[in-house]
T-cell receptor, first 113, second 115 residues
């Protein structure tokens, strides 16, 4: 069982549609990050959410952190082909070595023109 | 040169070969990481170094051997690998380990194929 469950795993939509990706856990995180990874590249950080209930917007992307800091969502409005990629959520939690990131399984998004 | 650079980008090796992956960061960070990314699996943390000291070994087989000579360089030495070790190996760095809101900066990865 993964610590962070992302859904859906795959999503194929037409340009202009809206979509929401979910990241859920039974654990509480001090913060949660969303990354996007394009083919042949490493993940690139999009946003970090810290406060329960926090909402952050990045152009057409809206990120929300759950009130209990156990879950998060990413909503994309009017998706474009350039949004295609693997979206990863990562929770920041403390272990014996300090704060470490735990990644979800990812949502692979394809936006068709 | 900026960010996190990994070499080589692609590597094909036999099961009896010995090879090394290299990672270099020019961000002044003090923590460096190796991750493994396989198909249909989440990113798996393999090793963590903080100020050149290894702080985490996530039950990784001994055929993977990390080396961190300084805070800017990280190596992953590979020997007698198995075909199931084929994956994308990602290096990452962060300013510090043990701080909240740890943001990771990733390299482009090395696509490893073991034949």
């Amino acid at each position: 069982t993964q610590l962070l469950e992302q859904s859906p795993q795959f999503l194929s939509i037409q340009e202009g549609e809206n979509l929401t990706v979910y990241c859920n856990s039974s654990s509480v995180f001090s913060s949660l990050q969303w990354y996007r990874q394009e083919p042949g590249e490493g993940p690139v950080l999009l946003v970090t959410v810290v406060t329960g209930g926090e909402v952050k917007k990045l152009k057409r992307l809206t990120f929300q952190f759950g009130d209990a800091r156990k879950d998060s969502s990413l909503h994309i409005t009017a998706a474009q082909p350039g949004d295609t990629g693997l979206y990863l959520c990562a929770g920041d939690m403390n272990n014996n070595a300090g704060n470490m990131l735990t990644f979800g399984g990812g949502t692979r998004l394809m936006v068709k023109p | 040169e900026t960010g996190v650079t990994q070499t080589p980008r692609h590597l094909v090796m036999g099961m009896t070969n010995k090879k090394s992956l290299k990672c270099e960061q020019h961000l002044g960070h003090n923590a460096m990481y190796w991750y493994k990314q396989s198909a249909k699996k989440p990113l798996e943390l393999m090793f963590v170094y903080n100020f050149k000291e290894q702080t985490e070994n996530n039950s990784v087989p001994s055929r993977f051997s990390p080396e961190c000579p300084n805070s800017s360089h990280l190596f992953l030495h590979l020997h007698t690998l198995q075909p199931e070790d084929s994956a994308l190996y990602l290096c990452a760095s962060s300013p510090f380990l043990g701080r909240l809101n740890t943001e990771a900066f990733f390299g482009q990865g090395t696509r490893l194929t073991v034949v």
